[in-house]
């Protein structure tokens, strides 16, 4: 692609802003945990936007803080008309981490997989509980209302562990469904998420 450069002239000739790309990504809603057992972004309550409006929706993870030490963090939806968060999924995880006396490596985590499971899906694991350790990340999920294809999704969370590495966990896989999904929760595997917040954002077709 080539560059385009402008001089003071060609940028003087713009009459309004609406001449400029706008914005793609569109904040909808934003959750605060205070010692909550889950978090839960749900179509058409409490302002959530969740369906046919945007093909893209993104999250973000900003200071997310356990009661519990040593948990995982995990994530299910339900399809539409649907309940119990237990989708069926197929996910594949892996992780770079490094110790702070400096070891560390890159792991394909089998346990964290899923293969037609219906469970959590593990999007970080080994959170500390110490005042100073959090994670923080992203989660894309496409196209959820369709009633054609599955449901992909794919995250990467950074964090400083339990166990005092830093840690890089990438995780991708689908929701092995054609029905729309509509609800998406995170929560702890154990005990509260303690602080932190959680953004969701639309992303608009180009």
Same mark, same amino acid.
């Given at each position: 692609m080539a560059l385009?450069?402008?001089?003071?002239?060609?940028?003087?000739?713009?009459?309004? *802003?609406?001449?400029?790309a706008s914005g793609s990504l569109v904040p909808i809603k934003t959750l605060t945990a205070s010692s909550s057992s889950t978090l839960s972004f749900v179509d058409g309550s409490n302002g959530v936007v969740l369906d046919n409006t945007y093909p893209i929706y993104k999250f973000e993870f900003i200071n997310c803080h356990p009661a519990t030490n040593n948990v995982t963090f995990g994530f299910q939806a339900n399809a539409s008309g649907g309940s119990g968060y237990n989708e069926t999924m197929t996910t594949t995880n892996f992780r770079a981490y490094n110790f702070e006396s400096n070891s560390g490596g890159l792991d394909y985590i089998a346990d964290n997989d899923q293969a037609q499971g219906t469970g959590f899906q593990i999007i970080c694991g080994d959170v500390?509980? $110490?005042?100073?350790?959090?994670? $923080? +990340?992203?989660?894309?999920? %496409? =196209?959820?209302?369709?009633?054609? %294809?599955?449901?992909?999704?794919? #995250?990467?969370? $950074?964090?400083? *562990?339990? #166990? /005092?590495?830093?840690? /890089?966990?990438?995780? *991708? +896989?689908? %929701?092995?469904?054609?029905?729309?999904?509509?609800?998406?929760?995170?929560?702890?595997? =154990?005990?509260?998420?303690?602080?932190?917040?959680i953004k969701l954002y639309g992303i608009k077709d180009s």
């Open positions: 385009v450069k402008y001089n003071n002239n060609s940028i003087s000739t713009i009459s309004s *802003a609406g001449q400029l500390g509980n $110490v005042s100073d350790e959090n994670i $923080v +990340g992203e989660m894309f999920l %496409f =196209s959820p209302s369709s009633t054609t %294809f599955v449901k992909h999704f794919m #995250s990467r969370f $950074v964090g400083n *562990a339990s #166990s /005092d590495y830093a840690i /890089d966990m990438y995780t *991708a +896989g689908y %929701f092995n469904t054609t029905s729309a999904i509509d609800e998406i929760q995170f929560k702890m595997s =154990s005990g509260n998420i303690d602080s932190g917040k």
